[in-house]
């Protein structure tokens, strides 16, 4: 992992003298623990945030006037604010538990009436009163999300969303994925806790800042025999490996493609999303013919590494080299990412 500070976990490569807007969620404010955590995450980024007004087009206007000011490389949205951040069209954005259905959500969960800020607000306001026409006021506002998806912003927008969200995410990431082809699930609740930012927001930031600046990074596959041993336990520092890796390279992980086994098939896709789960989002590859695969390095068992037949360089778990990912780990952190 990189780390700049040892006693909060950082990666000050990513997005470096780039900045990042974040839109909170409802009830919050500019001054909240994610901003924050963002902010000590990516130290080389500037991070902005706004208090954004109760009323939903209001929040628009400002939002939208603030884009225009800064213009973001990176608009990051939770809940409520993803919502926001659908709408802010031509801009890179990751949407966290996006409120699509806004206005119902509010009914659902009892949030009419005298309402408290979470975090503090700039204007010093500590209360406000949510009533039936701003229950109608988001309604509106949300029926003019998906406007404006067109190809580029297909691949400009990415939705997340917690598979232990009891708040929206059950509810919209369907209405995400009818229009949008990046809806990934992560493990994770409504709030975004550090766990969550790590494993499932920063590899995102990666992905986007990795293609802002055209970058290549040389390819890491990882057999899935590696990750987990005969019986589907997963092995020692396996996903300590994998993880660290990240920081340095493209991560795939491979498996064999059994014909007329489908279960196979399905049983390690579900294996690797529990296990892996974001990073491994569409870098899941199926092949009989590993010599065909085109990247710089192959980590497998002894016996799949003799018979491979791969191009770049093979890391054999197992091996009097590599007996275990502690190993390969101390291997690759010589290496610098080359």
Known sequence: MEKE?????QYPSIMKGKKIMYVHGFMSSAQSGTVARIRE??????????????????????????CEEQKPDLIIGTSMGGMYTEMLNGYDRILVNPAFLMGETMTKHGMLGKQTFQNPRQDGVQEFIVTKSMVEEYKEVTRQCFAAVTDEEQDRVYGLFGDADTTVAAETYGVFAAHY?????????????????????????RWIDDRQEGRERPIVYVSIDALRDARGSQRGSAMKGFQTLLNHYSMYVVAPSPSYDEEYVAEVRRWVNDTVNVPAWQRLTFTNQENLLYGDYLIAPVAECERSGFMGTTIALGSDTFKTWDEIIEFFSRLGGQ
């Not at 500070?5 to 976990?9: A, P």
């Open 41 to 66: 995450m990516l130290p080389s980024a500037d991070v902005v945030a706004y208090d954004l007004p109760v009323h939903p087009q209001e929040a628009m206007d400002l939002l939208r006037q603030k």
């Open 5 to 9: 500070n040892k006693y909060v976990l």
């Open 181 to 205: 082809r990046q809806a990934i699930s992560f493990h994770g609740e409504h709030r975004l806790i550090d766990k969550s930012l790590i494993h499932a927001v920063i590899p995102v930031v």
